[in-house]
Structures are given as structure tokens and as C-alpha cells.
């Protein structure tokens, strides 16, 4: 057996190994392996009686029953409570993960205010700023009159302790990587003191009912910072997040085990603090003026909420003998298949032009419904024909280039009507009383619309 005192351990991913190594072989990231002293020796054996401390019996119960959704507490915040699937789940932690600076922490007091405004007991517990610093804030977004009980802490015992005797509906740790706990010797913010404090929060969330709020830095490539282990461990991930220069934010739900995955919150960064935006198709429409050539509307779904967001394209001829394709927004490997379709099936010469393809506002789409917006977006530009305003598209493309129904045909329809358009083009079967339909059974179809732009 080794003797050694001494284990390796992965920051980013967890994996434990008996040796260190530049790349860790479980997630494949360099430089993220570091040495830790060995956590506690090993437990024995479990079977036999063999351990000092002795089993109780668990009681197993039927599944019938508690078949009622769990209750609810509203935030006070539409956008916070959409994202969360409606609101806070009573025993239940919750991670937000962001960029520094994209505002967690503006975010998070002005959901604390909301709940302390709702009668809700809530306690900020704050491992990066002072109570001062806080309280400034609280002034800027005018809620320093909301019941808010603030705290600056990092020693997981003492704010154990002090919960368990304060009592608080609902427990903000801005963030999880300032904690540390005295039962482990490693360093505050390794992901096995993120890992250990996490799991100690997570199981005073379940025992104590009280809702459980973390707070988790990002690191650059889009992970939780250290321990996507977290994630694994609480309820419900969101992420909030910004494109750059731009005031607005998106929370995404990207695990929610009380909720629909994939909702979006959506809200604007003003001098006042974050600002909900009812209606977020404002934001990802550009304004109508003249209706120019490679812009197409997407009728899209986004977690439970219709959006309508602009795909925009631009198409130059090339010279190179690999054509540049660049795209914001949207999958690269989907652009690449689509053009290819289009070329094959529909006979067009995007194999010679540069392709540009952005989503307006930021917007990430990951639907397959974007599929016909971003063809009819291409088509226009290649064509330089504007298409019809007040003209919304949706569809999903085979590799066969025909065009396949969507979910929620009538949801995306009456998005659209509401905001004042007045035709779609979407696959065949769809019906509408209130848009006039252009139905596109293949993208043959819908080049050729495109080039005559009726
Ligand atoms: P913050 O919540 O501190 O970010 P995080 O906790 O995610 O690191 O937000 C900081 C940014 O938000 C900062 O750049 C200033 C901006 N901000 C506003 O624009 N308006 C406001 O009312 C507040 C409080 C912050
Ligand atoms: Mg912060």
C-alpha cells in the first residue's frame, strides 16, 4: 500500500490520481492538477458489523402520494422566479454561476430585498465585500429599507452555526469559492473545499427547508470555476449571462430539477440596478426601418417563452479556396450542414462565397427550429432580396432538404401576431387565422420565394 501522505487532485474536474500529470486525463484540461494532503484513511470495511458506529435501519416508502407540486416562494421578480420554474422550492440550493462583474451579487440583493419585502426571513452572507460596500449598494438600488439580515463570513462552521440558530427562509453565499471549511486543510476556493462546503449547504438546505442561494465564479471557458462538481450537488444551475457591451443579461436555467431546463430571465444592467424585461423580443428585434437584405425574423422558443429574434447574414464572394464561415450565436457545425443542403439540394453557390452569420442581441440559439430562418437570412443575402417585412420563419431542414415541423407551431404564430407581424413562413401543415402562411415544404421552395420575394 502507499505510504505516501499526499494525493493528486484535478481543480477543474475533480478526478483524484495517485500522481501528478500536466493534463488531467478524466476532463483533459492542463495545469489543473495539484497536490492536496490525503483526505482521511481509508473507511473499511462497511459490510459485517465490521465499523465502530452502528447502521440504522432506512424506511422505505411507496411512491404514491406528495404527488403535488412542490410550493412556491415568489421572489417578487418575474424573471428571477421564470428562470427558477416559478419561483423558490423550500428546501432546495440553487447555484449562480457568471462572469466576474456581469452582477450576481446586484442581482442577488435585489432578490434578497424582494423575498425580505414578501415577509420572507433572508440572510446575505458575503465572503467578498464588507457590509459597507454592501450597503452602498443597497442604497444605489434604493432597497437599504428591505429586511435584510447582511453578514460578512467565510468560515463555514461559524455561518453553519449561526443559521442553525437564526432560522432564515432563505440563505444568500455570495460566493461559494470565498468559503472555507477547518475540517479540511486545503486552500479556500480548491475544489475540495468548494466541493465540501457546497455539500455541507446542500444537506442544511434539506434538513432545514431553508432555500440555499450559491453564488460560483466562472472561469474563462464557460465552467463554474473548480468544481463543476458543484453542479452535480444543488437543485437547480443558472448562469447568468452577458454579451459583451451590451446592458442586458440573460439567466438560463441550465439544470433545474423542480423546473423546466433551458428558461430564460431576462434583464437589463441600468444605473438602478438589473431591470426585468417583460417582453425580451424587443430586444432582439432591430428596429424596423428598411427592411434590408440577409435579415431574417426567427419565430423561437426559448426555455417556455416564445421569442422572436433577428438572424442576420452576410454573403460576399471569395477567393479563398476555403471560404471563410463565421458565426455568432449559433452553431458552427449546423451552418456548415445547412449551407451544404442548400448548395446540394437547392442548387446554390455558398461553396464560393464567405458566409457571416450573427444572432442579433447575443442570443445563443440551440433550437433546430432556426434551421429555415437562418436558410431564408442566407438566401437573402446571397440573392441581395430583402424579404417581405412584418415576415417571421421557422422550420427545422432534413440533410434530404425538405422542411419538418416544429413543437409549438401556434405559440411562435401569436408571439408574432402580438408583435405585429403579418406572415410566416413555416413548414406545410401549418395554419394560422391571423398571419398569412407561406408554406415551405423544401428549401428548394423557400430559395426560390426568396429570389421572387412576394
Ligand atoms: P456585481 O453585481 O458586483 O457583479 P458580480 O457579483 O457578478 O461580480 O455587478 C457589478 C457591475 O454592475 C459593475 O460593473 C457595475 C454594474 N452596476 C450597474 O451598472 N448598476 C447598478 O445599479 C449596480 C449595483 C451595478
Ligand atoms: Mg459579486
Same mark, same amino acid.
Given at each position: 500500500?502507499?505510504?505516501?501522505?499526499?494525493?493528486? @487532485?484535478?481543480?477543474?474536474?475533480?478526478?483524484?490520481?495517485?500522481?501528478?500529470?500536466?493534463?488531467? +486525463?478524466?476532463?483533459?484540461?492542463?495545469?489543473?492538477?495539484?497536490?492536496?494532503?490525503?483526505?482521511?484513511?481509508?473507511?473499511?470495511?462497511?459490510?459485517?458489523?465490521?465499523?465502530?458506529?452502528?447502521?440504522?435501519?432506512? +424506511?422505505?416508502?411507496?411512491?404514491?402520494?406528495?404527488?403535488?407540486?412542490?410550493?412556491?416562494?415568489?421572489?417578487?421578480?418575474?424573471? #428571477?422566479?421564470? /428562470?427558477?420554474?416559478?419561483?423558490?422550492?423550500?428546501?432546495?440550493?440553487?447555484?449562480?454561476?457568471?462572469?466576474?462583474?456581469?452582477?450576481?451579487?446586484?442581482?442577488?440583493?435585489?432578490?434578497?430585498?424582494?423575498?425580505?419585502?414578501?415577509?420572507?426571513?433572508?440572510?446575505?452572507?458575503?465572503?467578498?465585500?464588507?457590509?459597507?460596500?454592501?450597503?452602498?449598494?443597497?442604497?444605489?438600488?434604493? @432597497?437599504?429599507?428591505?429586511?435584510?439580515?447582511?453578514?460578512?463570513?467565510?468560515?463555514?462552521?461559524?455561518?453553519?452555526?449561526?443559521?442553525?440558530?437564526?432560522?432564515?427562509?432563505?440563505?444568500?453565499?455570495?460566493?461559494?469559492? &470565498?468559503?472555507?471549511?477547518?475540517?479540511?486543510?486545503?486552500?479556500?476556493?480548491?475544489?475540495?473545499?468548494?466541493?465540501?462546503?457546497?455539500?455541507?449547504?446542500?444537506?442544511?438546505?434539506?434538513?432545514?427547508?431553508?432555500? @440555499?442561494?450559491?453564488?460560483?465564479?466562472?472561469?474563462?471557458?464557460?465552467?463554474?470555476?473548480?468544481?463543476?462538481?458543484?453542479?452535480?450537488? !444543488?437543485?437547480?444551475?443558472?448562469?447568468?449571462? /452577458?454579451?459583451?457591451?451590451?446592458?442586458?443579461?440573460?439567466?438560463?436555467?441550465?439544470?433545474?430539477? #423542480?423546473?423546466?431546463?433551458?428558461?430564460?430571465?431576462?434583464?437589463?444592467? &441600468?444605473?438602478?440596478?438589473?431591470?426585468?424585461?417583460?417582453?425580451?423580443?424587443?430586444?432582439?428585434?432591430?428596429?424596423?426601418?428598411?427592411?434590408?437584405?440577409?435579415?431574417?425574423? $426567427?419565430?423561437?422558443?426559448?426555455?417556455?417563452?416564445?421569442?422572436?429574434?433577428?438572424?442576420?447574414?452576410? @454573403?460576399?464572394?471569395?477567393?479563398? %479556396?476555403?471560404?471563410?464561415?463565421?458565426?455568432?450565436?449559433?452553431?458552427?457545425?449546423?451552418?456548415?450542414?445547412?449551407?451544404?443542403?442548400?448548395?446540394?439540394?437547392?442548387?446554390?453557390?455558398?461553396?464560393?462565397?464567405? !458566409? #457571416?452569420?450573427?444572432?442579433?442581441?447575443?442570443?445563443?440559439?440551440?433550437?433546430? /427550429?432556426?434551421?429555415? %430562418?437562418?436558410?431564408?437570412?442566407?438566401?437573402?443575402?446571397? $440573392?441581395?432580396?430583402?424579404?417581405?417585412?412584418?415576415?417571421?420563419?421557422?422550420? +427545422?431542414?432534413?440533410?434530404?432538404?425538405?422542411?419538418?415541423?416544429?413543437?409549438?407551431?401556434? %405559440?411562435?404564430?401569436? +408571439?408574432?401576431?402580438?408583435?405585429?407581424?403579418?406572415?410566416? !413562413?413555416?413548414?406545410?401543415?401549418?395554419?394560422?387565422?391571423?398571419?398569412?402562411?407561406?408554406?415551405?415544404? &423544401?428549401?428548394?421552395?423557400?430559395?426560390?420565394? !426568396?429570389?421572387?420575394?412576394?
Amino acid at each position: 500500500m502507499a505510504k505516501s501522505s499526499e494525493t493528486y @487532485v484535478c481543480q477543474s474536474c475533480g478526478n483524484i490520481t495517485a500522481k501528478w500529470a500536466g493534463r488531467c +486525463e478524466a476532463c483533459g484540461e492542463w495545469n489543473t492538477i495539484e497536490a492536496q494532503a490525503a483526505e482521511a484513511g481509508p473507511p473499511g470495511s462497511l459490510g459485517g458489523g465490521a465499523g465502530k458506529s452502528k447502521a440504522r435501519k432506512i +424506511e422505505f416508502t411507496s411512491l404514491a402520494g406528495g404527488g403535488e407540486a412542490p410550493p412556491r416562494i415568489p421572489s417578487g421578480n418575474n424573471e #428571477f422566479d421564470r /428562470a427558477c420554474g416559478g419561483g423558490l422550492v423550500p428546501g432546495s440550493a440553487l447555484l449562480i454561476g457568471g462572469d466576474p462583474g456581469v452582477g450576481k451579487s446586484t442581482l442577488l440583493l435585489q432578490i434578497a430585498a424582494g423575498l425580505g419585502r414578501g415577509n420572507q426571513s433572508v440572510a446575505y452572507i458575503s465572503g467578498e465585500e464588507a457590509p459597507a460596500q454592501i450597503r452602498m449598494r443597497a442604497g444605489r438600488l434604493k @432597497v437599504q429599507d428591505t429586511p435584510v439580515h447582511l453578514a460578512a463570513a467565510t468560515n463555514l462552521r461559524d455561518i453553519l452555526a449561526t443559521l442553525k440558530t437564526e432560522k432564515p427562509d432563505v440563505v444568500i453565499i455570495d460566493s461559494i469559492q &470565498t468559503l472555507w471549511s477547518d475540517a479540511h486543510p486545503a486552500a479556500p476556493g480548491t475544489v475540495t473545499q468548494v466541493r465540501a462546503c457546497a455539500h455541507e449547504l446542500v444537506r442544511y438546505a434539506k434538513k432545514s427547508g431553508a432555500v @440555499v442561494l450559491l453564488v460560483g465564479h466562472v472561469t474563462k471557458d464557460g465552467h463554474i470555476a473548480g468544481p463543476r462538481v458543484v453542479e452535480h450537488l !444543488v437543485d437547480a444551475v443558472l448562469y447568468f449571462e /452577458a454579451e459583451q457591451g451590451r446592458d442586458f443579461r440573460i439567466l438560463r436555467a441550465v439544470k433545474n430539477r #423542480f423546473g423546466a431546463a433551458h428558461e430564460i430571465g431576462v434583464f437589463e444592467m &441600468t444605473s438602478k440596478g438589473l431591470e426585468e424585461v417583460a417582453n425580451p423580443s424587443s430586444l432582439f428585434l432591430t428596429d424596423g426601418g428598411e427592411a434590408a437584405s440577409g435579415a431574417a425574423v $426567427f419565430a423561437g422558443i426559448e426555455g417556455t417563452r416564445p421569442v422572436l429574434v433577428e438572424i442576420q447574414a452576410l @454573403v460576399s464572394p471569395s477567393s479563398l %479556396a476555403a471560404p471563410r464561415r463565421s458565426v455568432v450565436g449559433w452553431d458552427s457545425a449546423r451552418l456548415s450542414m445547412l449551407l451544404a443542403v442548400l448548395d446540394t439540394r437547392a442548387g446554390l453557390d455558398f461553396g464560393r462565397h464567405d !458566409v #457571416f452569420l450573427n444572432i442579433a442581441g447575443g442570443l445563443r440559439i440551440q433550437e433546430p /427550429a432556426a434551421d429555415l %430562418a437562418a436558410a431564408a437570412a442566407l438566401c437573402s443575402s446571397l $440573392f441581395d432580396a430583402p424579404l417581405p417585412a412584418q415576415c417571421v420563419v421557422f422550420g +427545422e431542414t432534413a440533410l434530404s432538404g425538405s422542411v419538418r415541423p416544429v413543437n409549438q407551431s401556434d %405559440a411562435r404564430l401569436k +408571439e408574432a401576431q402580438k408583435l405585429g407581424f403579418t406572415s410566416a !413562413v413555416a413548414p406545410a401543415g401549418v395554419a394560422s387565422a391571423d398571419l398569412k402562411i407561406r408554406e415551405a415544404s &423544401t428549401l428548394a421552395d423557400l430559395a426560390a420565394w !426568396v429570389r421572387t420575394a412576394d
